[in-house]
T-cell receptor, first 115, second 114 residues
Framework: EAGVAQSPRYKIIEKRQSVAFWCNPI?????LYWYQQILGQGPKLLIQ????????DSQLPKDRFSAERLKGVDSTLKIQPAKLEDSAVYLC?????????????FGQGTRLTVV | AQSVTQLDSQVPVFEEAPVELRCNYS??????LFWYVQYPNQGLQLLLK??????LVKGINGFEAEFNKSQTSFHLRKPSVHISDTAEYFC????????????FGIGTKLQVIP
């Protein structure tokens, strides 16, 4: 079974520029998550989708971050404009059901460096 | 407040020695517990999970963890580590009731020394 696909793997941008990340979850997985992992910290949930609806975006900085999940499959996460503190690895994950009990499968992540 | 704590940021251990990585949580409700491993430049992979039942849980790669409700702990153990176990290990907790969001600890870097 194919895993969670993310692109790009690496991105370097200047502050105030825009960037977008793409995620293709495992086929059939209804739940999709975007996590931000800053160096030295654990992953922090940014947004959770159930199919194409948002379940939790309480920790998403909505003034600069946005995410969408078209047709309940692929998802994009956008940052506009980027700040230095946005430098992190952005992980996408998916699961069959609600993550409380079911395993989440993670992609390899996108490492963003803002200079 | 509900939280998860990994007490050790780095754990060096010699090859073939036993290891324990500690995880404690704080919660007033029931919890589901997970350990994930992250190899360099890779995503997280589930090692094991505790949902209910037996408090001793066995996972992949010879790891096991024990849920201790009175100590609010879920420590990860392996009796004999291998070089390939060098990675970062994350404890994760879901607090039951209402919307179930996973909270990750800050991670423990396990360095296996040959």
């Amino acid at each position: 079974e194919a895993g969670v696909a993310q692109s790009p793997r690496y991105k370097i941008i200047e502050k105030r520029q825009s960037v977008a990340f793409w995620c293709n979850p495992i086929s059939g997985h209804a739940t999709l998550y975007w996590y931000q992992q800053i160096l030295g910290q654990g992953p922090k949930l940014l947004i959770q989708f159930q199919n194409n609806g948002v379940v939790d975006d309480s920790q998403l900085p909505k003034d600069r971050f946005s995410a969408e999940r078209l047709k309940g499959v692929d998802s994009t996460l956008k940052i506009q404009p980027a700040k230095l503190e946005d430098s992190a690895v952005y992980l996408c994950a998916s699961s069959l059901g609600q993550v409380g009990k079911t395993e989440a499968f993670f992609g390899q992540g996108t490492r963003l460096t803002v200079v | 407040a509900q939280s998860v704590t990994q007490l050790d940021s780095q754990v060096p251990v010699f090859e073939e020695a036993p290891v324990e990585l500690r995880c404690n949580y704080s919660s007033s409700v029931s919890v589901y517990l997970f350990w994930y491993v992250q190899y360099p430049n890779q995503g997280l992979q589930l090692l094991l999970k505790y949902l209910s039942g037996s408090t001793l849980v066995k996972g992949i790669n010879g790891f096991e963890a024990e849920f201790n409700k009175s100590q609010t702990s879920f420590h990860l153990r392996k009796p004999s580590v291998h070089i390939s176990d060098t990675a970062e290990y994350f404890c994760a907790v879901t607090f039951s009731g209402g919307y179930q969001k996973v909270t990750f600890g800050i991670g423990t870097k396990l360095q296996v020394i040959p």
